[in-house]
């Protein structure tokens, strides 16, 4: 089992920045691959960004690529998503899943575990 918390999530005006934290915990945390998605109101779920658990693997959605960097420090379990540049499309609630395995994949339903997610809010 494994548990993810977010945080880091806000209000923030366009062409601001956040970065979003997913910690986790459970028996092999470090060992996961980790992923963020996003949920806006009406919306699917769609897939943001993904990081394999050694960190040098990675993936990101079109739409942010460029924008977003997702990163992990497996000695503190986390994995991170800096946000830069940020629109009102962007506005969502943003979720960290992890998924056993090392294939760094875009689907919801390869994933595991899920946190609470945490609310983005970019106001123009």
């Known amino acids: 089992q494994v548990q993810l918390v977010e945080s880091g999530g806000g209000l923030v005006q366009a062409g601001g920045s956040l970065r979003l934290s997913c910690a986790a915990s459970?028996?092999?945390?470090?060992?996961?691959?980790v992923g963020w998605f996003r949920q806006a109101p009406g919306k699917e779920r769609e897939f943001v960004s993904a990081?394999?658990?050694?960190?040098?693997?990675?993936n990101y959605a079109d739409d942010v690529r460029g924008r977003f960097t997702i990163s992990r420090d497996n000695t503190e379990n986390t994995v991170y998503l800096q946000m830069i540049n940020l629109k009102p499309e962007d506005t969502a609630v943003y979720y960290c899943?992890?998924?056993?395995?090392?294939?760094?994949?875009?689907?919801?339903?390869?994933?595991?575990?899920w946190g609470q997610g945490t609310q983005v809010t970019v106001s123009s």
């Open positions: 459970g028996r092999d945390a470090s060992t996961y691959a």
């Open positions: 899943a992890a998924r056993s395995g090392t294939a760094v994949v875009r689907t919801p339903n390869s994933y595991n575990y």
């Open positions: 990081v394999a658990w050694s960190g040098t693997t990675v």
